[in-house]
């Protein structure tokens, strides 16, 4: 029981810890989202109603316990380039993953439950040399690289699929 409390105070610790560098890297890194959403041509009291709107007139420590908080109580902020909460924005995307994924699974489990039988009937013959070679293919291969080749052969070149995916909140 003792490596269990453990483990999980040591994962609060490491979950605060990479959210305390995401925020960091957030502030440090972006510039000021208060100027880049009001435009080019706002004046300094515009950006300056933009950085009370956004809570970026706050100290950093105020805005990081404010977004901590805000995470434990399952809200993840605002997006300010669709306009819509985050939460609303994953819910929609989470299901079109799931489906995907599911599909995935489903294609990868059949495909090869199937190779695996053909492969054990005949075993020691040519088939069974193929289906270990697709085997071996299928989980040294990057699976970037395999998404963008069948993108690029079902989507672009056989045009059989969408390349662009769901248009679900088109920017």
Same mark, same amino acid.
């Given at each position: 029981m003792n490596s269990i409390v453990k483990r999980i105070l040591f994962s609060i610790i490491v979950l605060l810890g990479v959210s305390l560098l995401a925020f960091s890297l957030l502030r440090l890194g972006a510039g000021d989202p208060a100027? &880049? +959403?009001?435009?080019? &041509?706002a004046s300094p009291e515009e950006v300056e109603e933009y950085r009370v709107l956004m809570g970026l007139d706050q100290p950093l420590i105020v805005q990081y316990l404010k977004y901590i908080t805000g995470v434990l109580?399952?809200? $993840?902020?605002?997006s300010w380039n669709y306009n819509a909460p985050v939460v609303d924005l994953l819910s929609v995307r989470? +299901?079109?993953?799931l489906r995907l994924a599911g599909f995935g $699974? $489903?294609?990868a489990t059949v495909f090869s439950i199937t190779l695996g039988i053909i492969a054990g009937i005949n075993q020691g013959k040519t088939i069974d040399f193929v289906a270990i070679f697709f085997a071996i293919i299928g989980q040294s291969m990057s699976i970037v690289w395999l998404?963008? &080749? $069948?993108i690029l052969i079902f989507g672009v070149k056989l045009g059989a699929l969408p390349t662009r995916g769901l248009e679900v909140f088109p920017i």
């Open positions: 100027s &880049m +959403m009001a435009g080019a &041509m109580h399952g809200d $993840l902020g605002f989470i +299901m079109q993953t $699974l $489903l294609w998404g963008f &080749m $069948l």
